[in-house]
């Protein structure tokens, strides 16, 4: 006798082929009944044979679309309704939106394959696409995933795309972005006056012979523009440098081939997975001596963020091309990356000679993902293309609450039930643009999902565009310590509970007692936290000027150990470093505590090693510093730390510090100094941890997006016999707040 079954399906399970896979398997299991896509999920009813309905069920869960991925999968067995035959029905957008939506995916091999077969009717179609691959969030203007709700709406399919598009054995049945050179999206390039230079597979050719000499192109991608240049070429990548107002921050870079980046690059087996993966991020790689790449694209680096293309357009680009380009986002320096090609005209004329452009609207900004394998596991730097906005899920329900971030390297989050949904990287808030974005995704996000918050959660500094953000919605507002949140950040992706040991270093945070904190060992409660330990404090003479001007933290820190007389220590490169007048200033800022403020930060300690060492006095961009350190350690074998000591809760760096300025005046290199000095750092985080006793560790905050540190803290805690806990699917820097923020407001609701 027959049964139906009615089924719900939730997770990703909109736009990856879901409802031509159950098409298929109910027709060949002989089932009838009705697929249906809804705001809720997908919605299920079968019947047939019970035993056949069971084997129906299995085959869901082990035979899903390479991309599906089922959270919860409910079922209810009622009598049999008599349906003749198995139909997908058109979607419904009614109720709750819970159902998730799926990152930008790197085009699939299958369409790789049309793309350059000559015989196909997409060869060189530079928006190829199927449910396998293309763009999702990037277009999607509402739940549910459908063609009206994308960006593709503009578009009318040909009889051929639409006859793909209707037949469940095809894979192109329902692929919302479905297009042709016959009805789709087409290239054209412009010049920075809009005037069109040239359409199709000419504006193509135009831009590789643009970029072949030398020139700066912009060119408008999957989820946003990327500035582009030969990456070979010193003078293209100086003039584009200085254009961008960008003077030494590594630029990315995208290689035609996997083959081409192992010429310039150490590629492991995981390095590998990374970059071939449909996510397709920014992968940082310890690059080769004898590389072809311009030095001004990576200055004084040893690492090359490198990706492979991802669409077909930079396929057909790469292959044309046959030498590596960098691609950097399409902005200015701290603004976000430009989405519209009329804006961009706007926005990048003075940095673009020619726009490649196309008119398939990209609906909200998605930037290229970083990655980079720390201690054996992939960890994410920055989170946007191919990651957002899938959720990190949760061991149990919370309210909706809306997590705003903190200033730098902003992301916000919203929960909703067991789910955190993340947004892509929007940026530093220094300009009215990065807050009109921050905004922006903040409305998109609540708009998307349909969700209303209950409660707002903020960091705790007063003075933060994110946080006076916070303040204005009429909602009550949690602010939570920044270190903290680092914290609780990492042992929600991690799905820790129960007392921890959370070692956060980073640059700044908003402290308790009016100091900056950033050296911080919080152990956490059930509730709350308590600080337990931290770096002893310096003064920072100038405020925030000290983040561009390590030597500025150098003064601060040596001004603790010799006071006034340090002024007389010409041979310290960070006192050599200011003019007389500039220090006759500084020493009555350092004697009275003008503009001082104290801190406990870890990232300044190294911008005042860094001074200390004559590596660099001025930084264009934060953790300059200590990524020189960084390098300079990791060329020298030696496990040997210096001296430090202990008093109650403090860390004091002064043996430490004594110790590198013996070393200095020793002459012993810089190498073996910075080695040292990082030894020295993960001994201090052993020595607190054992006094603490917690084996569970959690290490978080932009200090360790340091390789050799965290590598290092990772390998003593383990040897110690400890459970030490890093990043992987969220940044360890700012990126990774605003999920900490709701778990810490979770606790007070
Ligand atoms: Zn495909
Ligand atoms: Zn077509
Ligand atoms: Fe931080």
Partial sequence: MDVRVKVNIQGVVQGVGFRPFVYRLANELGLTGWVVNSAQGVWIEAEGSEGTLRHFLKRLESDKPPHAFIQTLSTEFV??????????????????????????????????????????????????????????????????YDRPNTTMKHFDMCPDCRAEYENPADRRFHAQPNACPE??????????????????????????????DGQVVAIKGLGGFHLVVDARNENAVRVLRERKHRPSKPLALMYPTLAHIQFDCEVSELEEKLLTASEAPIVLLRNKEAGQIAPSVAPRNHYLGVMLPYTPLHHILMRELNFPIVATSGNLSDEPICIDEHEALDRLSEVAEVFLVHNRPIHRHVDDSIERVMSGQKQILRRARGYAPLPILLE????????????????????????????????????????NAFQQVIRDFQ????????????????????????????????????HYAHVLGCMAE??????????????????????????????????????VAYLRLFGLPGGDKAIKEPRRSALGLLHEM????????????????????????????????????????????????????????????????AVELEFAAAKAQTSVS????????????????????????????????SARFHNTLVEMMINITQQIGETTVVLSGGCFQNK???????????????????????????????????IAASKEL
Wanted: charged share 20%.
């Fill in 79 to 144: 009598p049999a309704n008599g349906y003749t035959t198995f139909e997908i029905r058109h979607s419904d957008s009614e109720g709750e939106k819970t159902a998730l939506i799926l990152p930008d995916l790197a085009t699939c091999p299958d369409c790789l394959r049309e793309l350059f077969d000559p015989d196909d009717r997409r060869y060189l179609y530079p928006f190829t696409n199927c449910t396998h691959c293309g763009p999702r969030f990037s277009i999607i203007e509402a739940l549910p």
């Fill in 183 to 212: 009805c789709g999206p087409r290239l054209e390039l412009w010049d920075k006056s809009g005037n069109v230079l040239a359409e199709k597979q000419a504006a193509l050719l135009m831009a590789v012979n643009a970029i072949r």
């Fill in 396 to 435: 149990k329900s919370l309210p909706v609450i809306l997590g705003v971030g903190a200033h730098l390297k902003n992301t916000v989050a919203v929960s909703s039930r067991n789910q955190v949904f993340i947004s892509q990287h929007i940026g530093d808030l220094e300009t009215v643009q990065s807050f």
């Fill in 447 to 482: 708009s998307l999902y349909e969700l209303q918050p209950q409660a707002v959660a903020c960091d705790m500094h007063p003075d933060y565009l994110s946080t006076q953000f916070a303040r204005a919605i009429p909602l009550p507002v949690i602010s939570v310590q920044h």
């Fill in 494 to 531: 991690h799905g820790l509970t129960g007392t921890t040991l959370g070692i956060s270093w980073d640059g700044t945070g908003y402290g308790m007692d009016g100091t900056v904190w950033g050296g911080e060992f919080l152990r956490i409660t059930e509730k709350s936290f308590e600080r």
């Fill in 562 to 625: 010799y006071g006034d007389a340090l002024f007389d220590r010409e041979e310290l490169a960070p006192v050599k470093a200011f003019t007389p007048q500039e220090r006759s200033i500084l020493r009555s800022m350092l004697a009275k505590g003008i503009n001082t403020p104290r801190t406990s930060s870890a990232g300044r300690l190294f911008d005042a090693v860094a001074a200390i060492l004559g590596v660099c006095q001025h930084v264009s961009f934060e953790g300059e510093a």
């Fill in 642 to 673: 210096y001296e430090f000591s202990i008093t109650g809760s403090v860390l004091d760096w002064q043996p430490m510090v004594e110790g590198i300025l013996a070393d200095l005046q020793r002459q012993e290199s810089i190498e073996v100094i």
């Fill in 708 to 742: 050799y540190l965290s590598e290092r803290a990772v390998q003593r805690l383990q040897e110690a016999n400890f459970h030490p806990y890093w990043h992987h699917r969220i940044p360890p820097n700012d990126g990774g707040i605003a999920l900490g923020q709701i």
